[in-house]
């Protein structure tokens, strides 16, 4: 049997089931192994054993030092590293890794974000052994890495990091799901996962050119560009022929990936120019989340040795499609049953069908908290234009889902669903296929696919942690209160039916099938009820809203006191990003673009002046209009300039927090506009030659 390059190098750099079934005495495999499988308390007496065989695995591979590399607050990961060699009394040294080097850490907690957690002088903090997450190697200048995937918390308890509140919210919702399942005579479910598939788009550019804009370099995104005369029109770039210098680097990033188990299935051109996509196959959620982390950290990595830039903020052109993260997410039993598969008649599937309205009642309930785990500073320019769905939570179900509830709200008791039948192309040399009963909406910020949920308003460079632990504990929460009211019923049949008409009809408004971009959209979900919130500033409140602390509390994913460090953490995180692009338009406009407008206004003074003086006859209104509207977009530049400068300034008075996000969100983002409008007018008569940055045609088009 031929063995194909993925199997060949699939896995190789993680210390994965595999290896430790051949490399662990049996009894420490088989006690580690149930406690991944069962979500059991880790027994610290197997660490040693499990310690010893990771590092003789890792050094055989030339690793020299290891980490615990954990995901903070600031939606990147960390990782400090610590050789393995330990000095022997005669001069040497050898090489030791201990059980408690394995299972504990102790980085500076006092420099990451903690919302007031954490003091500067309380430094100390904990990283602790994920083993639900398999350790892997990583590759670079440095040498070979051993990286373990840790959770991170306060000296005090608190969770300074994604991971942890994550790895709660997957406990909350099995357990409340394995409550349902057991009503409905699974008694041989022991656990249920949450499945997550993460589809990352990104763009790529020329990083020559990259390097030539201060405004990607320091923001991810052109603070400054008009658009070229051609932009996604045509639509010719979306599942388009991939060039070869993309190319080169998709199969070098596919590589990187498969050897460190990366599921990477799925490539293809995106709408926009320069625009692409990867998505993988689906894992837990855990283990997603940590391999979209290496995913994002692997494209930066690949792209540079292509002369590449992958450029990850959400809406890094103007003009053009920006790019998300779709977050398809799952809930999956021990035995293989996905509980979101509806079958081919759904409307007498009854499991399925609780399950679907315990889901559209959460969302419902929820919508600002969910619209929240999805935000970021970026994802503010990108939600409601071209493809992006609108800032407006709805739940898309399709025609079939959406006939099955509409029966059951009227009539009490579903009869039919809708099928697909068959497509009949008109081709005789082409088969006739089964089409599927419902069409796909792309518009939808949380549309049912099929047999899973696709989130697709998260941002792309966010850590999909956070709308993973929204959306489980959300759905806990509601199984908690079906599975309460069920226990107790005398009828289990009729109450299992009576809760799901009552759950589907109390929360019909959120079901939206058509189109979400269309005029009509948001004044029919206001009339429905429909929050819409536009900005993440106006959606950090959800976290500290005392429904939302009832819940986390409840389930035990986060304390007040965590969730009021996390709302903290965002409003500055919101007014660092605004304010590090204020500075930048402030730093680009003065020393590239009023210089280089000044230039280009000399030189038609210049060219008017020496025309006159060689023939006093000549006609030079078209140079003088020219310099004329240059010289009053010049004046406005420098009107608009002086502005931002002043509100920013202003800004940064403002004390850390609400006050100071709302700032930037309403005085300074405007000025940054008013400044961003005159530049790219004046990129249009300027010459190319006197212009100081790469345009955008530059950027989109030459890759």
């Known amino acids: ?57 890792a050094l055989e591979r030339g690793a020299t030092h290891y980490t615990h590399w954990f995901q903070p607050m600031t939606g990147t990961t960390a990782e400090k590293h610590d050789a393995f060699l330990t000095p022997t009394g005669d001069g040497g040294v050898i090489m030791e890794f201990s059980g408690k080097e394995l299972i504990k850490g102790e980085p500076d907690a006092s420099s990451f974000p903690s919302g007031g957690l954490r003091a500067t002088f309380e430094a100390r903090g904990y990283t602790a052994w994920d083993c639900t997450s398999p350790a892997f190697l990583k590759k670079d200048a440095i040498g070979v890495t051993l990286c373990i995937p840790t959770a991170f918390c306060s000296y005090t308890g608190e969770a300074l990091d994604k991971k942890t509140p994550l790895l709660r919210s997957m406990e909350a919702v099995n357990d409340q799901a394995v409550r349902i399942l057991k009503l409905f005579g699974h008694n041989d479910v022991e656990s249920v996962s949450v499945s997550v598939g993460a589809e990352q788009e990104y763009f790529l550019v020329d990083r020559d050119k990259y390097l030539q804009r201060e405004d990607l370099i320091f923001t991810g995104r052109t603070l400054f560009g008009a658009m070229p005369p051609k932009g996604q029109e045509l639509d010719d770039h979306y599942f388009g022929t991939i060039k070869e210098r993309v190319a080169a680097f998709m199969k070098e990033l596919n590589e990187e990936c498969w050897k460190l188990g990366i599921l990477a299935k799925t490539q293809h051109n995106e709408v926009a120019p320069a625009q692409h996509e990867m998505a993988p196959i689906y894992s837990t959620a855990n283990i997603a989340t940590d391999h979209n982390q290496l995913v994002m950290e692997i494209m930066k990595k690949v792209a540079k040795r292509h002369n590449l830039e992958c450029l990850l903020h959400e809406k890094p052109f103007a003009g053009v499609n920006g790019s998300g993260k779709h977050d398809n997410w799952s809930l999956v039993t021990n035995t293989g049953k996905n509980l979101l598969d509806p079958g081919k008649t759904p409307h007498e599937n009854v499991q399925f069908l609780l399950f679907l309205s315990a889901i559209i009642r959460a969302v419902d309930e929820n919508a600002v908290l969910l619209r929240f785990s999805a935000a970021n500073p970026g994802n503010d320019h990108r939600l409601g234009a071209n493809e992006a769905p609108p800032a407006i939570i709805s739940v898309f179900l399709g025609e079939q889902l959406e006939d099955v509830v509409d029966q059951l709200i009227e009539t009490g008791e579903a009869k039919s669903s809708l099928q697909g039948g068959r497509l009949t192309t008109g081709v005789n040399t082409l088969p006739d296929f089964r089409r599927d009963a419902t069409d796909r909406n792309r518009t939808s910020p949380f549309a049912f696919t099929g047999n899973k949920f696709e989130f697709r308003m998260v941002a792309s460079s966010l850590s999909v942690a956070g709308p993973n632990t929204v959306l489980n504990t959300i759905v806990a929460d509601v199984l908690e209160d079906m599975a309460n009211q069920l226990e107790k019923a005398e009828d289990f049949d009729t109450a299992v039916h009576d809760l799901i008409k009552k759950t589907f009809t109390e929360h019909r408004q959120v079901i939206f099938n058509g189109n979400g971009y269309s005029e009509e959209w948001p004044k029919e979900a206001e009339r429905r009820g429909l929050p819409n919130v536009k900005s993440m500033v106006d959606a950090i409140p959800s976290l500290i809203d005392p429904k939302t602390i009832e819940i986390f509390e409840k389930h035990h994913v986060l304390s007040k006191v965590e969730l009021e460090s996390r709302a903290e953490i965002n409003y500055e995180a919101y007014a660092k990003a605004i304010n590090i692009e204020a500075r930048t338009m402030i730093d680009m406009a003065s020393k590239k673009y009023i210089p280089a407008i000044i230039r280009h206004t000399t030189s038609l003074a210049e060219s008017i002046n020496a025309v006159k003086s060689a023939c006093p006859a000549a006609d030079v ?60 007018e004046l990129e249009m008569l300027v010459d190319k030659e006197l212009w100081p940055v790469p345009s955008y045609a530059d950027m989109l088009f030459e890759v």
Request: hydrophobic fraction near 40%; aromatic fraction near 6%; charge should be negative.
């Open 1 to 57: 049997m031929i063995k194909s390059v993925i199997e060949d190098i699939f896995a190789e750099d993680v210390f994965n089931d595999s290896v430790m079934r051949e490399r662990l005495p049996k009894p420490v495999y088989k006690q580690l192994k149930e406690t991944i499988d069962k979500d059991l308390e880790l027994d610290s007496h197997i660490a040693g054993a499990v310690a010893h065989a990771m590092k003789e695995w």
């Open 621 to 680: 209104s078209v140079q003088t209009e020219l310099l004329t509207t240059s010289s009053a977009l010049l004046t406005k530049t420098k009107t608009a300039l002086k502005k931002l400068e002043e509100v920013t300034s202003q800004a940064n008075e403002k004390a850390e927090g609400e006050e100071q996000a709302h700032f930037f969100m309403d005085k300074v983002m405007p000025a940054m506009n008013d400044l961003r409008a005159p530049i790219d």
